[in-house]
């Protein structure tokens, strides 16, 4: 298992090296996107090697979307939901907007197991659907 640098608040990352972690981020990370009636983002990068790939990990309340670039997967993937909406939501990231296409929310639960897998395995995760948008 590796770790992850999770960047959410300040300059500083969070460093998660459990799964029990990354389900107890995304709790807080959850309950802060329910209280202020707001999308939030974050991004992470493995602790190993921060250049390699970034992995973006979104709450909105009960669903999410998820980012993934580099690695074996050039370009920027986003999480494919079932949703047939089209047009951009807006996340927060730091108080700066991360726009990402409406159509790419998952439910919470799903957004928790790719978090997980990120961790354990390094590698874009294969619980969700992926679609390739730019």
């Known amino acids: 298992m590796t770790g992850a640098r999770v960047y959410f608040e300040g300059d500083d990352p969070l460093i998660l090296r459990t799964a029990d972690e990354v ?3 995304l709790d807080v990370v959850q309950a802060g996107s329910r209280e202020h009636e707001l ?3 974050t991004q992470w990068y493995l602790d190993a090697d921060p ?3 970034e992995f973006g990990v979104g709450v909105n309340g009960d669903r999410g979307a998820l980012t993934f670039s580099g690695g ?3 370009g920027l993937w986003f999480s494919q939901g079932t949703s047939s909406t089209e047009g951009l939501l807006s996340y ?4 700066h907007e991360r ?4 159509s790419s ?3 919470f639960d799903d957004v928790g197991r790719a978090a997980v897998e990120f961790l354990t395995t390094g ?4 619980c969700v659907k992926w679609v390739e948008l730019g």
Request: aromatic letters at 14%; a negative charge.
């Open 23 to 25: 389900t107890a981020f």
């Open 39 to 41: 999308p939030l983002f």
């Open 51 to 53: 250049g390699a790939v």
């Open 72 to 74: 074996n997967w050039p």
């Open 92 to 95: 927060d990231y730091m108080g």
């Open 99 to 102: 726009p990402v296409p409406a």
């Open 105 to 107: 929310e998952v439910p």
């Open 123 to 126: 590698a874009r995760p294969t």
